[in-house]
């Protein structure tokens, strides 16, 4: 059974808009630091943005300089599910998108997370 489940990948014009879900099982998502990374053909997995609910419930989020003011990570407790807003993409951002989830240091370095989804295909077309 999949622990992470990614959807919302798909194809868009260069300055469009899409938003990435993950659903994480309950035990997966509880104290989990939950992130979206990205990976283009024959390179490493880069950090995109991550975020963190602390103890006193609210979130820390943290997002790379690529994405900086158009990406947005969110998470729904409720529904142990962590969003990635993307606005503005270019075709730059055209890469594999994985949801990632670990009780490690919370950054935005790959190897620091257990637990992966399958990955979803974001295109951008100029």
């Known amino acids: 059974q999949a622990q992470l489940v990614e959807s919302g990948g798909g194809s868009v014009q260069d300055g469009g808009s899409l938003t990435l879900a993950c659903t994480a099982s309950?035990?997966?998502?509880?104290?989990?630091?939950m992130g979206w990374f990205r990976q283009y053909p024959g390179k490493e997995r880069e950090g995109v943005a991550i975020?963190?609910?602390?103890?006193?419930?609210?979130?820390?989020?943290f997002i790379s300089d690529s994405a900086k003011d158009r990406f947005t990570i969110s998470r729904d407790n409720a529904k142990n599910m962590v969003s990635l807003q993307m606005n503005s993409l270019k075709p730059g951002d055209t890469a594999t998108y994985y949801c990632a989830a670990g009780r490690g240091p919370c950054t935005l370095v790959a190897g620091g997370y257990n637990y992966w989804g399958q990955g979803t295909q974001i295109t951008v077309s100029s």
């Open positions: 309950a035990s997966v998502y509880k104290d989990s630091c």
């Open positions: 975020i963190f609910t602390g103890a006193g419930g609210d979130d820390t989020t």
